[in-house]
């Protein structure tokens, strides 16, 4: 939404306005991030044609553009990798943010990946005249307006689940006096030394810019407003997550939870003294139900526990520099900090309603990677990183083996050898009117 919004500002400088329609030999992938990156890798392996569309100027636009400096990966870096090349063994268990962006970077030359940056989708649907997919982008620069339309058979849909900031909607935000950024905007804690700034969210964003924030010695008031769980990033120096994993491949889920609810206690004590709240359903259950994922912690509870990191109620409303709580407490505040998290453009720009919910997100969660009529998602199943190179790979095969199959060397039966020329001939056929219809030439 941001690149759109970018473009409709410059609207009024562009002189000239240039239109065009290609035809894609292969699928068109919509955003260049992981997900984007591990679908395209995949298929270059399959040695299926394909273009990546992005509207910002960058690989990985997200990590490179709006995480903060301290962020690395909360996962070990082996659930975290994409498919066919691993991390670097000289990198960390938990790589950096500029070792996961150097990552990309190397993933996209090592498979020859070069996306077409700065490409805004507008809309995308499917002809059922034509059985095609229609992609229309917008691009400016100081002089001229491009409008592409890109026709392709298969659509991948890899914009992924955090593609636009939520801002809630607070009674008086909007008059609040001082500094109001969000999460996505937020670097570092340096400039906030000494200012009392509130977080406004609670989850692993929110935990870590608090956390950040009491580091570079500012006042720190996070907002949790609903239970959530918060575990170690490790127990015994083994990662919680992997050990759950191997749990659940041996025990039922529930059991699952019970055991990582008792370990949690032991290493982190009773949290909700605190003013933390476990929700009733444990945390395995609940990232599978609701996509919830748990807080890792890495240090915040420790600075809630000594005072530096204040847990507060929910915010009823701003006022000048204050903001008064649901409980009626009243604070002084510097700067917002809105650690309120994003949700994914899809409705934006795609026309369609069967796969996508309202919500942007396929209504099948767990098995949401494969629509119909070449509609295809990678990155929405709420199982991160891994689940990503697990769509990416599905996605690849699945178009791989028609395109295979499609693209065989004739063998001795002319039948199959005239019905591949007879559709060469409507396929050419068809691209021509559809150029022609685009240009306003018929």
């Not at 575990?231 to 749990?247: H, I, N, Q, Y």
Request: glycine residues 8%.
């Amino acid at each position: 939404m941001e690149s759109m919004v970018r473009l409709m500002d410059q609207e009024q400088e562009v002189t000239t306005t240039t239109n065009r329609c290609i035809w894609v030999n292969g699928p068109v992938i919509v955003g260049a991030g992981p997900s984007g990156l591990a679908t395209a890798a995949c298929l270059r392996e399959q040695n299926v044609p394909f273009v990546v569309l992005e509207r910002a100027d960058c690989i990985a636009s997200l990590w490179q553009n709006r995480t903060y400096d301290r962020l690395k990966l909360h996962l070990p870096k082996k659930f975290c990798q994409l498919p066919k090349m691993p991390f670097p063994e000289s990198f960390p268990e938990y790589p950096t943010k500029r070792q996961f962006i150097d990552y990309l970077e190397s993933y996209a030359s090592r498979f020859d990946i070069n996306p077409k940056f700065n490409e805004c989708v507008q809309t995308a649907r499917f002809d059922e005249t034509s059985g095609l997919w229609r992609v229309k982008t917008v691009s400016s620069t100081e002089s001229t307006r491009t409008e592409v339309e890109y026709i392709c058979r298969w659509l991948v849909v890899a914009t992924g689940e955090n593609a636009e900031r939520v801002v809630p909607e607070i009674d008086g935000l909007d008059e609040f006096t001082g500094e109001v950024i969000h999460a996505c905007d937020y670097k570092s804690g340096e400039k906030f030394a000494g200012k009392k700034v509130l977080v406004v969210g609670c989850g692993n964003s929110g935990m870590e810019v608090s956390l950040d924030l009491a580091n570079h010695f500012a006042k720190p008031s996070m907002v949790v407003r609903s239970s959530f769980h918060v575990m170690p990033r490790e127990v015994m120096g083994k990662s919680t997550f992997e050990l759950a994993m191997k749990m659940l491949a041996w025990l039922p889920l529930w059991l699952v939870d019970k055991i990582l609810l008792v370990l949690c206690w032991l290493v982190l004590g009773n949290i909700e003294k605190y003013g933390l709240k476990r929700p009733e359903m444990g945390p395995m259950a609940l990232k599978s139900v609701k996509g919830k994922t748990p807080v890792l912690d890495i240090g915040a509870l420790e600075k809630i526990r000594s005072g530096k990191i204040n847990v507060v109620p929910g915010v009823k409303r701003f006022d000048g520099n204050r903001v008064e709580l649901v409980n009626g407490e009243q604070l002084e505040i510097d700067s917002v900090v809105l650690a309120t998290g994003y949700r994914s453009n899809v409705p934006y720009w795609l026309q369609e309603s069967e796969f996508f919910a309202k919500n942007g997100f396929p209504k099948a969660a767990n098995s949401g990677w494969k629509g119909r009529t070449g509609l295809y998602a990678v990155g929405f199943t709420r199982r991160g990183l891994s689940g990503v190179s697990m769509d990416a790979v599905k996605i690849a095969q699945d178009i791989g083996s028609v395109w295979k199959l499609e693209t065989k060397q004739p063998s001795k039966r002319s039948t199959a050898s005239h019905r591949r020329f007879l559709t060469s001939i409507l396929n050419s056929m068809l691209m021509f009117y559809l150029i022609m219809h685009r240009t306003g030439s018929i």
